[in-house]
């Protein structure tokens, strides 16, 4: 069973940049399918950006250009660089791991594992 701790999350302003961290331990994570996914007050949990085992990305269309994921397989770690934060960006980050070998997709079916969230507030 795979452990993740998402970390980084904090108060920022809008414009502002931040590079969220989500550490696994327990086993690797190296083949398997990695997600971010944000929850913010009073909405659903949306899959925001996702990254499989070549390396292939995929992004929810509204965020597009300003959201980046990547991971260190050696550190066994996924990343999630944000830039140009708004107002609309506050909500908790969550990682997500999922089955190994599977291609980048968003969608919370493909998952079936959580962090505890990391809290992004941007004030305006």
Known sequence: QVQLVESGGGLVQTGDSLRLSCA???????TNLMGWFRQAPGKERESV???????TTSY????????????????NTLYHQ??????????V?????GARGTTAAL?????????????????S
């Open 24 to 30: 696994a331990t327990g086993r690797s994570i190296d």
């Open 49 to 55: 950006a996702a990254i499989d085992w070549r390396d």
């Open 60 to 75: 929810l269309d509204s965020v597009t250009g300003r959201f980046t994921i990547s991971r260190d397989n050696i550190k």
């Open 82 to 91: 944000i830039n140009s934060l708004k107002p609309e960006d506050t909500a």
């Open 93 to 97: 980050y969550y990682c997500a791991v």
């Open 107 to 123: 969608g919370s079916n493909l998952f079936d594992s959580w962090g505890q969230g990391t809290q992004v507030t941007v004030s």
